[in-house]
């Protein structure tokens, strides 16, 4: 029986591979991924996954051929992964509509963020002193495996009063690793609870959203002067919806 060839694409990973372990397939700061197969359509259309919210992580999953922990994967990363499935899937142009008027943007033309490497010599740690209450934490950036802890727990606590989930303060708990030299997971979340000023919450947010590695998610509107979150919407994967 002959030997069907499917073609592959490298893709560059945002973070370039610096925040990951010497022993991680993703040092290499770039992953292989095949081209979209009915067997991906599959997986899209599959309403288990679908109402579990794991499908797009099924979909990448069975994408991507280098032999790498999935669970690794840092959120900005991810994001760089879903719009190289989106185009290996079903091609770079993505339609969709904003502020009533439809838009047309090629995804294989959006770029990663600029990333100061400088500071990223200690690996997925940084530091970062509160301005307003001058508290000296460090901290982290999400990965696959903390965004499914993450969720886990709010899963928990919307079981337990859904009007009030605090997903705010639940991420930053996984965010922060240290406040004043103190790791231990309790410290940690007493000061997110009691002592974290809204004020510094906001600064610490802003600073991770500009240092953070990930794909550059936004685009001009038709005659508009300021860049825009591109909507992610349901055809993204699914172009025929």
């Given at each position: 029986?002959?030997?069907?060839?499917?073609?592959?694409?490298?893709?560059?990973?945002?973070?370039?591979?610096?925040?990951?372990?010497?022993?991680?397939?993703?040092?290499?700061?770039?992953?292989?991924?095949?081209?979209?197969?009915?067997?991906?359509?599959?997986?899209?259309?599959?309403?288990?996954?679908?109402?579990?919210?794991?499908?797009?992580?099924?979909?990448?999953?069975?994408?991507?051929?280098?032999?790498?922990?999935?669970?690794?994967?840092?959120?900005?990363?991810?994001?760089?992964?879903?719009v190289a499935a989106r185009i290996?899937?079903?091609?770079?142009?993505?339609?969709?509509?904003?502020?009533?008027?439809?838009?047309?943007?090629?995804?294989?033309?959006?770029?990663?963020?600029?990333?100061?490497?400088?500071?990223?010599?200690?690996?997925?740690?940084?530091?970062?002193?509160?301005?307003?209450?001058?508290?000296?934490?460090?901290?982290?950036?999400?990965?696959?495996?903390d965004e499914k802890n993450i969720?886990?727990?709010?899963?928990?606590?919307?079981?337990?009063n859904k009007d009030n989930v605090?997903?705010?303060?639940?991420?930053?708990?996984?965010?922060?690793?240290?406040?004043?030299?103190?790791?231990?997971?309790?410290?940690?979340?007493?000061?997110?609870?009691?002592?974290?000023?809204?004020?510094?919450?906001?600064?610490?947010?802003?600073?991770?959203?500009?240092?953070?590695?990930?794909?550059?998610?936004?685009?001009?509107?038709?005659?508009?002067?300021?860049?825009?979150?591109?909507?992610?919407?349901?055809?993204?994967?699914?172009?025929?919806?």
């Open positions: 029986m002959s030997e069907f060839k499917l073609p592959t694409e490298m893709v560059e990973l945002p973070s370039k591979g610096l925040m990951y372990s010497e022993e991680s397939g993703l040092k290499s700061g770039k992953i292989e991924m095949k081209y979209m197969t009915a067997k991906e359509e599959d997986i899209l259309t599959n309403q288990s996954y679908i109402s579990k919210g794991i499908v797009l992580d099924k979909l990448m999953q069975s994408l991507i051929v280098s032999e790498i922990d999935y669970n690794e994967l840092l959120v900005g990363d991810k994001n760089a992964i879903m290996l899937g079903y091609g770079s142009e993505y339609k969709f509509e904003y502020s009533g008027e439809e838009q047309t943007i090629d995804l294989s033309l959006l770029e990663n963020k600029e990333i100061d490497e400088n500071l990223f010599t200690n690996g997925n740690k940084f530091e970062f002193t509160l301005p307003h209450s001058k508290n000296h934490i460090t901290f982290k950036f999400l990965n696959h495996k969720q886990r727990e709010l899963d928990g606590l919307k079981k337990i605090p997903e705010l303060t639940t991420r930053l708990k996984y965010m922060i690793t240290s406040v004043e030299g103190k790791s231990e997971t309790k410290d940690i979340r007493e000061f997110v609870d009691n002592y974290l000023l809204a004020k510094d919450s906001r600064a610490l947010r802003e600073h991770i959203r500009k240092i953070q590695p990930d794909v550059d998610l936004t685009f001009f509107p038709n005659n508009a002067e300021t860049r825009v979150n591109i909507p992610i919407g349901v055809n993204f994967f699914w172009p025929d919806v």
